[in-house]
């Protein structure tokens, strides 16, 4: 193990043992428990951070706040490890107003994660009207009409995105692939996907390598029908 190995182990290990420490001095906050929970998710260890939200929620069940934060914990823990039907029900207990809204959004690509493409977009939806991350919303229920095969209403959500961020990533690949599945001639999008974020755009370029062989082959099959 090298040094600046050995040195992110150590740092970890004290950022859980100072967030255990938290719990055993306070443990009536349910806020120390969110944060040990969030950091064992971010360090990928689904199992303990489960078992922990499980075990605090019946501390504060008649708090709903609190029993509200802990739902959300717990259903991030089971959206990172690709628990999405499971985190659906759980996300659906988080009662308090302002922590509500994220989880709409949290149901939402929960719902889109298994393909569930309408569902996604009612959540979305809502998320959206509550104005909780409405960029994130939009992207969302864009993807989600891309996936049906509607690209007038894609292209319309996407396009709100770029209206109040402009260079956000997502939305302007996402209307370049739309645009060059319906045959228009817009490179601008394109161009601005590749210059806000290089790698990604590179990442992505086997997905349009894809597409391009579909509408290539669409156009020999037209070709042939019409000789």
Known sequence: MNKQRKQLVKKTDELIKAAIQKIDDEPKNAQ???????LLTELKNYEQAEALFRK?????????????LL??????VLYAA????????????????????????MLAQSEFAQEH????????????ERGSQQNAAHLLMGESFLALGDFEHAQEY???????????FKANFELGVINLVLGKENPCYFQQAQKSDPSAF????????????V?????????????
């Open 215 to 227: 509408l290539l082959a669409k156009r020999n099959t037209t070709h042939e029908k019409k000789a």
């Open 202 to 213: 590179k990442r992505m370029q086997s997905r349009l390598a894809d597409i391009e062989k």
């Open 32 to 38: 120390n428990y969110y944060d040990l929970g969030s």
């Open 56 to 68: 605090a929620l019946p501390l504060f069940a008649t708090e709903q706040h609190d029993s509200s």
């Open 158 to 168: 996407f396009e709100q995105v770029r209206t109040r961020e402009p260079q956000n």
């Open 82 to 105: 690709g628990l999405y039907a499971q985190a659906v029900e759980v996300f659906q207990k988080v009662q308090e107003q302002k922590l509500q809204q994220d989880a709409y959004l």
């Open 71 to 76: 739902y959300y914990g717990l259903g991030n």
């Open 117 to 128: 493409y309408q569902q996604a977009l009612a959540f979305a939806l809502t998320a959206a």
